[in-house]
């Protein structure tokens, strides 16, 4: 079955990098698109960036130029890779599988300032 297993998170100051990854299993991950959404306590949650198969990339507004994502084929991971975090970028981090519609546990990122 399907499975994505999100690491990386946790408590930094503003200004700071972090780097989520999420491991998946049990599809052909080098043909899926892969996204990375987050939830703040209290809101929807909203999509962060997408990687295509091709490795062609998007990103919301809010993390344009702070936030990369890639992803390692070989290992079946994508990675968010979050600088000059903001204490707005506090939330769960969630992987999705988008083909298959597959969601992670989350990974808390909590930003103080």
């Known amino acids: 079955q399907v499975q994505l297993v999100e690491s990386g998170g946790g408590l930094v100051q503003a200004g700071d990098s972090l780097r989520l990854s999420c491991a998946a299993s049990g599809f052909t991950f080098s043909r899926s698109t892969m996204s990375w959404y987050r939830q703040a306590p209290g809101k929807e949650r909203d999509l962060v960036a997408t990687?295509?198969?091709?490795?062609?990339?998007s990103f919301a507004n809010t993390v344009k130029g702070r936030f990369t994502i890639s992803r390692d084929n070989a290992k079946n991971t994508v990675y968010l890779q979050m600088n000059s975090l903001k204490p707005e970028d506090t939330a769960v981090y969630y992987c999705?599988?988008?083909?298959?519609?597959?969601w992670g546990q989350g990974t808390q990122v909590t930003v103080s300032s």
């Open positions: 999705h599988a988008v083909q298959r519609d597959s």
């Open positions: 990687i295509f198969s091709h490795y062609g990339t």
